[in-house]
């Protein structure tokens, strides 16, 4: 016998459905998005808010972009899965034009970011056994404190957040973890079997922490020097959201490899890489790593769809502009219910004063006003706002802000 499903009608029946019926592994706002559009989504009810925080840069371009849909839609009459048993007609222009983007030589598809990190990771053990000559099992790598980079078992074996962590051991081993932005940690930390150092350029579930100048050229050097693989987290950084293409091309870096996820799947897929150097990619042989999903057709029309947006250079210039302006308004509230105002581009963290709200119950008031971000580590308002917004748009979120922890 067939039962009978019924649809909600209101906000609220669709939150009792999830509550009721999916894994609690998320503490969503009670907001119930039904459409998007550019830097708007609509609810269930009709209420239109603003998205301050794009997917956590999973939207740069917007919601619907036109071009990324009509990508997919032509590309959902076509085919949309091979599995890597077959080659099909959009796999090599993607990751031809993928590097081209970002001066690389390889590019290794996959799905999420953090299936990119897992690669990167297997990559570089690899590397470290076969090039440099590290003793089997011996490969180290070394990260940075309040770093984030997945949630896949291995990824949270180096993870310092408690929630992250707790009771999912026991954790992988061979990482070492040092502070983020103190170079002499890292230099102390690298031996002569550490295979890489794995970074991001900057920090986002931390509070879009930037670190110091000199701080990701001097990872570098002390690469160079040891003969050590510079892996950039260019996740939620990278693909224009910072300004440059990439974060570490602020600093005139450059990394041996990249992980690159988010926007690279223009909102629509999930679409993630590693790309990088052919002498460290090419130690994988058939066989010894793959994803049935990865760098499937769908995956590769869209991808190849957001690399013609980044290659103009227009969304790199939106980012710079918009960003200094959003930065601008942000830094008018320091000293009125806002303690410090971090990140690049249109990326922000907002610290909220001592004795202001909860970054959960800023997020929740900002969400009644029409706005959506949300908080990370409670006291920061993490700002993310599709690389479409306009001037007017972003005073109208910084009005909200400010009426919510302004003082």
């Not at 899965?81 to 080659?87: E, G, K, N, P, V």
């Not at 693909?239 to 690159?260: F, I, K, M, N, S």
């Not at 793959?290 to 980044?310: D, E, H, Y």
């Amino acid at each position: 016998m067939t039962a009978t499903i019924d649809t909600p009608s209101t906000a609220a029946g669709y939150v009792e459905l999830d509550e009721r019926w999916s894994t609690h592994n998320y503490h969503p706002l009670p907001v119930v998005i039904a459409e998007g559009d550019g830097a708007w989504v609509t609810d269930v009810d009709g209420n239109r808010y603003l998205d301050f925080l794009s997917g956590y840069s999973a939207l740069n371009f917007g919601h619907r972009h036109p071009a990324l849909v009509a990508a997919a839609v032509e590309q959902l009459g076509r085919v949309t899965l091979t599995s890597r048993a077959f080659h099909h007609d959009q796999f090599g222009l993607f990751c031809r034009e993928l590097a081209e983007l970002t001066g690389t030589d390889l590019v290794l598809p996959m799905n999420s970011g953090a299936e990119a990190v897992e690669s990167a990771i297997k990559v570089a053990r690899k590397w470290a056994y076969q090039v440099k000559g590290v003793p089997a099992g011996a490969a180290q790598i070394v990260v940075a404190g309040s770093n984030f980079h997945g949630r896949t078992t291995t990824i949270v074996s180096f993870s310092t957040d408690d929630t992250a962590r707790a009771d999912f051991g026991p954790f992988t081993p061979g990482f070492t973890v040092v502070k983020y932005g103190d170079l002499d940690a890292m230099a102390d930390a690298i031996t002569d079997t550490t295979a890489a150092v794995l970074i991001e350029p900057i920090q986002g579930e931390a509070g879009v922490v930037v670190p110091p100048a000199g701080y990701l050229a001097g990872i570098r050097r002390l690469c160079d020097e040891r003969g050590v693989l510079m892996i950039a987290d260019e996740i939620q950084s990278g693909l224009a959201r910072t300004g440059e293409l990439l974060a570490l091309d602020h600093e005139g870096v450059r990394a041996d490899l990249y992980t690159l996820g988010k926007a690279l799947g223009g909102g629509i897929m999930p679409v993630s890489a590693v790309v990088g150097r052919a002498d460290v990619l090419g130690v994988l042989r058939p066989g010894e790593h793959g994803s049935t999903f990865g760098g499937n057709p769908l995956a590769c029309a869209v991808g190849r769809a957001v690399v013609k947006l980044l290659a103009t250079g227009e969304f790199q210039q939106r980012s710079r502009e918009m960003g200094a302006y959003l930065h601008g308004r942000l830094n008018e509230l320091v000293g009125r219910g806002v303690a410090e105002v971090r990140g690049r581009g249109l990326w922000a963290g907002v610290e909220i004063a001592p004795g202001g709200p909860a970054g959960r119950a800023a997020s929740e008031a900002l969400a009644k006003q029409g706005v959506l971000c949300k908080e990370t580590h409670d006291t920061t308002l993490r700002i993310a706002p599709p690389l479409v917004i306009t001037r007017e748009e972003i005073d109208r979120g910084v009005a909200a802000i400010s009426n919510v922890i302004g003082r």
